[in-house]
């Protein structure tokens, strides 16, 4: 397998990836159903930003938000049962289950860790001892520029821990166990271990919770865009979207079974940014995982960074210990 040159790496040397937009596959079907799925996602990003724009302050809260993200994502589930991406990427019951155990574990557990301990008690710590009329140049911004600044820097910060992750051994331990997934759908960005879901979840977003309103659009972006890195429908994105907003396509090429196709897209929204640091990649992967598509347990995926770099610390200090200079006895 020859791969294909992107920058100063080859692309699909180990396993078979799509590489450009003009050789991904296009919506096929009648006019209705190809204008449907080419904007849909224009279509509710707009429609979901003039919600929360003009939405009376009765509603424009949290709970709305959660509540939002919850149908938007059951609407999603429907379209991957009607105009699937890949039909090996079909969801199961037993992987609804499975993704469903991940996404009670996020509501649950991982949000009462992140109150506590994570960033939000940071930022709560923060905020009460800041003089918040040094930001009164940016509460003076007109409400859609706040928004996409809060999302941007936010994503700004999920590039360089998610980059962190795929070059630093430590991190990447919590992370490996998300790339052992073989197929995205809806819930897929809810599985991994429990450790990494919290620091991919560590941002500076949180500290603009005094703009509630810019922050809900913030929110608004992400959960319009970002949700369809793990989602299995084709769509016709529009170019500009390719070219501003991660998409399905991005986030397969960073889970494909291709290493140095991994080393790639690792911005959440603004697949921009990865266009800035040269780490994007547009194209496509059907074939996911790693070690051939192993799929990981639920029980390893929660010890996986503990065992693992338990035995690696093993054999890295076992072996210097075995290559070290032997202790001569006294004369």
Not at 168 to 184: G, M, R
Not at 203 to 226: E, K, N, Q, S, W
């Amino acid at each position: 397998m020859d791969g294909v040159r992107v920058g100063k790496r080859i692309i699909g040397a180990q396993a078979p990836v799509t590489v450009g937009w003009e050789n991904i596959p296009r919506v096929q079907g009648g006019p209705v159903k190809r204008f449907v799925f080419t904007w849909f996602q224009p279509t509710m990003l707009f429609a979901l930003i003039a919600f929360w724009y003009y939405a009376p302050n009765s509603i424009a809260k949290a709970s709305t938000a959660i509540g939002i993200g919850i149908g938007f994502k059951i609407l999603l589930l429907a379209l991957e049962w009607v105009n699937p991406r890949h039909e090996s990427w079909r969801l199961t019951w037993k992987e609804l289950a499975s993704d469903l155990f991940y996404v009670g574990l996020g509501y649950t557990l991982l949000d009462l860790v992140e109150r506590y301990i994570g960033s939000d008690a940071v930022i709560e710590a923060v905020q009460h001892g800041f003089d918040w009329d040094k930001l009164a140049w940016f509460t003076g911004l007109p409400l859609l520029l706040q928004a996409f600044l809060i999302s941007f820097i936010f994503d700004f910060g999920q590039y360089w821990m998610h980059r962190g992750m795929h070059n630093w051994y430590p991190l990447w331990l919590t992370h490996a166990p998300h790339h052992y997934i073989t197929q995205l759908n809806v819930n897929k960005g809810a599985v991994g271990n429990p450790v990494e879901l919290f620091l991919i979840g560590i941002g500076i977003g949180g500290f603009f919770d005094f703009l509630p309103r810019a922050a809900l659009l913030a929110g608004t972006l992400g959960l319009a865009v970002g949700t369809y890195q793990h989602i299995n429908v084709r769509f016709n994105s529009p170019r500009w979207w390719r070219f501003l907003f991660n998409t399905t396509e991005h986030h397969s090429m960073h889970h494909s079974q291709d290493y140095e196709a991994t080393r790639s897209n690792y911005a959440s929204t603004w697949i921009v940014i990865d266009r800035i640091f040269g780490t994007c990649v547009d194209g496509e992967a059907e074939l996911l995982g790693m070690e051939g598509g192993r799929k990981m347990s639920i029980a390893e995926t929660m010890t996986y960074p503990f065992t693992e770099g338990w035995r690696t610390m093993k054999e890295r200090f076992g072996r210097a210990r075995a290559d070290g200079p032997i202790a001569q006895p006294a004369e």
